[in-house]
C-alpha cells in the first residue's frame, strides 16, 4: 500500500506545528531536571520560531539559503531549527563535538550564509555568524508566514560518516517529515496524549525527530532532560513527569540496567529504541525490571526509520523487525530481489517519501547507492515470508559505535598524520555484552605514548569518532593485494587481551 502523498505546498515546520493553532496552551515541550522544569506551550513554541523565522529574513537571508546550527544542548537548537525551515531556509544541524577541522570540511561542501553560533562551541572560520543573544532576541519578533512551496524541495541537510573518508552532506526535502507518519503505528504506537522522554540532547538528529518533531506533529508533549543530567536521575524523571514513552539508544537500556536503580515506572506504556541492533538480553532484561516492552526501528542517515516493531506487530528480540506499512523494501544480491530467507542487500525502493534527494554536490556517490530503484543501505539482512527481517551485518567496514555511524577511513585519515606513526587501522569491538567500542591498531618503529595519540585525536575527530584505545601491533593484517583487512583486527585484539 503506497502511502498517501504530501501535500504541495507544504512546509515542514508549519506541519509539525500546526497543532498550536488548535491547541496553544497544550504543553509541547518540558526540558527536565532536578531544578523546576522549564515548560513551551504549543503557541509559545510556534511564536518563537516564526519570530527566528522573521530574524533570519531580517538578517538578510532568502530562502534556499543555508544555515549552519552550531548550538549545545538546549531548547536554542530545535527553535532555530525549525525557524529556518519555516522561513525556506534549509538548516545544517551539527553535533557540538566537532572539531574545527571538521568544521572546515562541512563548511566547504555546504557555503552556509550564516551560523547560529553558540560561543562555547568551536565556530567555523570565514562565515558570519549570530550569536545566542541575538538569536534569542529574534523570538519576540513579529511572527513571519511560513514559506509553502515544492515539498521536494530542500528542507535541511545532515551530515554523515562516509566511506571515501569524507563526511557527507545528505539533502532532505521537506516531505521526510510526511514520511514518518508511518512511523507513529508502525513503531511508537504515538497518541496525542503521550509524554515521550528522549534520554539524548537537544542537538543530536535522534533526539530532533524522534524525541520533537514526532510528538509536536501529533499534538503530544515531549519531555527532554536538561543538560547535565545523570542517567541515573532518569527512571525518576520518568516517575516524576509520567512520561509514557521512553526513547533512547540500547546503550542508555544497558547503563541504567546495569545501575539498578529502582525501575518502577506505572505510566511507561513501552521504551523504543534506534541507533544499534537492541540484543536479545538486554531486551529481556528491559521487560523484566520494568513489566514494559522495547520496541526497536532501523534506519540511517539517509532515510528516515523505516523498518520496526510495535505494539500492535510485535517481534522477536534476534530481528529487526518488519517494514512499516506504506514502505517498499526488499533484500537485494547482484542486481536482483532475493527469495523468503535469502541473505543480501537491505534496500529501500526510490519513492520513499522519507528518502534523501542525495548528497549535496556528489550525483556519482548517490547513484553508486542504488541499483535500478532500489536505494542499498549498505546492511546485510534476510527476510521471511511474513516480512520480518534480520539482521546479518554490514556489507562495508563502516563502525557502530553508541548509535553513532562512523566510517573507518574517516578516522584513519584524521590520525594518519601522527608523527612516529607508519601505518594505522580502526574497527568496533564489541568488548562487553551491547557495549561496542572504536579501537585503534598502528604500526611505528616503537610504541607510542597513549596521551600524544589522544591529543592528536582530540584536535582532530568528535567524541564519538574517537578510538577508545590504542594497540601498537607489528603488521596490520592484508590482504594478498596489499588491502587493508579491517575484520581481521578483531582476532589481533583477542590475542592482545587473551580472549577467544
Same mark, same amino acid.
Given at each position: ?83 529556518? *525551515?519555516? %522561513?525556506?531556509?534549509? &538548516? ?5 563535538? #566537532?572539531?574545527?577541522?571538521?568544521? =572546515? +570540511? ?117 519531555? *527532554?532532560? %536538561?543538560?547535565?543530567? &545523570? ?5 525518576? #524523571?520518568?516517575?516524576?513527569?509520567? =512520561? +509514557? ?130 536505494? #542499498?543501505?549498505?546492511?546485510?539482512? =534476510? ?118
Amino acid at each position: 500500500m503506497q502511502p498517501d502523498p504530501c501535500p504541495t505546498p507544504f512546509n515542514m515546520a508549519a506541519y509539525v506545528l500546526a497543532h498550536a493553532g488548535v491547541q496553544p496552551d497544550k504543553l509541547a515541550m518540558a526540558i527536565i531536571g532536578a531544578d523546576e522544569a522549564e515548560s513551551w506551550t504549543y503557541g509559545a513554541l510556534e511564536a518563537a520560531v516564526r519570530g527566528t523565522a522573521s530574524g533570519l529574513l531580517g538578517a538578510g537571508l532568502l530562502p534556499g539559503d543555508r544555515v549552519l546550527l552550531r548550538l549545545g544542548n538546549s531548547v536554542d537548537f530545535p527553535i532555530a531549527y525549525l525557524g529556518a *525551515i519555516a %522561513a525556506g531556509m534549509v &538548516p545544517v544541524p551539527t553535533s557540538s563535538q #566537532l572539531t574545527v577541522p571538521e568544521l =572546515a +570540511t562541512v563548511t566547504d561542501q555546504i557555503a552556509p550564509a550564516l551560523a547560529l553560533q553558540d560561543p562555547d562551541l568551536p565556530a567555523p572560520k570565514s562565515v558570519r555568524r549570530a550569536e545566542l543573544g541575538t538569536l534569542r532576541g529574534w523570538r519576540a519578533l513579529p511572527p513571519t508566514p511560513y514559506h509553502m512551496g515544492d515539498p521536494e524541495r530542500p528542507g535541511y541537510i545532515v551530515f554523515t560518516s562516509g566511506t571515501s573518508g569524507r563526511a557527507r552532506a545528505v539533502v532532505h526535502a521537506h516531505r521526510a517529515i510526511w514520511a514518518r507518519r508511518m512511523m507513529h503505528e508502525g513503531w511508537y504506537g504515538l497518541r496525542a496524549e503521550d509524554r515521550l522522554l528522549h534520554a539524548g540532547a537537544f542537538n543530536w538528529t535522534y533526539t530532533l525527530g524522534t524525541g520533537l518533531m514526532d510528538p509536536w506533529s501529533v499534538g503530544a508533549t515531549a519531555l *527532554i532532560p %536538561a543538560d547535565g543530567t &545523570p542517567l541515573e536521575a532518569l527512571p525518576e #524523571l520518568l516517575r516524576q513527569h509520567d =512520561a +509514557t514513552l521512553f526513547a533512547a539508544a540500547p546503550g542508555v537500556y544497558r547503563k541504567l540496567l546495569n545501575a539498578r536503580t529502582m525501575l518502577n515506572l506505572p505510566s511507561l506504556r513501552h521504551g523504543l529504541s534506534a541507533g544499534e541492533k537492541l540484543s536479545e538480553t538486554l531486551s529481556q532484561r528491559w521487560a523484566e525490571a520494568t513489566c514494559t516492552q522495547v520496541y526497536e526501528a532501523y534506519g540511517m542517515s539517509e532515510a528516515s526509520t523505516f523498518i520496526s516493531s510495535s505494539p500492535t506487530s510485535p517481534c522477536p528480540p534476534t530481528a529487526l523487525g518488519r517494514p512499516q506499512k506504506g514502505r517498499r523494501v526488499a533484500i537485494r544480491k547482484d542486481g536482483a530481489e532475493q527469495p523468503p530467507g535469502t541473505p543480501g542487500t537491505i534496500a529501500l525502493h526510490r519513492s520513499d517519501p522519507g528518502l534523501m534527494l542525495g548528497y549535496l554536490g556528489a550525483e556519482a556517490e548517490t547513484q553508486a547507492r542504488f541499483s535500478g530503484d532500489w536505494f #542499498l543501505t549498505g546492511d546485510l539482512g =534476510a527476510m521471511d515470508a511474513s516480512g520480518l527481517i534480520t539482521y546479518l551485518g554490514r556489507d562495508d567496514d563502516m563502525m557502530n559505535a553508541g548509535g553513532y555511524r562512523v566510517s573507518p577511513l574517516e578516522v584513519e585519515v584524521a590520525l594518519s598524520a601522527i608523527p612516529g606513526l607508519d601505518q594505522i587501522a580502526v574497527t568496533d569491538i564489541e568488548v562487553a555484552e551491547d557495549a561496542r567500542v572504536i579501537m585503534a591498531f598502528y604500526t611505528a618503529p616503537a610504541p607510542l605514548k597513549t596521551a600524544t595519540l589522544e591529543a592528536f585525536a582530540q584536535a582532530r575527530l568528535a567524541g564519538y569518532k574517537r578510538p577508545r584505545a590504542y594497540h601498537h601491533v607489528a603488521t596490520l593484517p592484508l590482504n594478498p593485494n596489499g588491502k587493508l583487512q579491517r575484520r581481521a583486527l578483531r582476532p589481533i585484539y583477542e590475542a592482545l587481551h587473551g580472549q577467544t
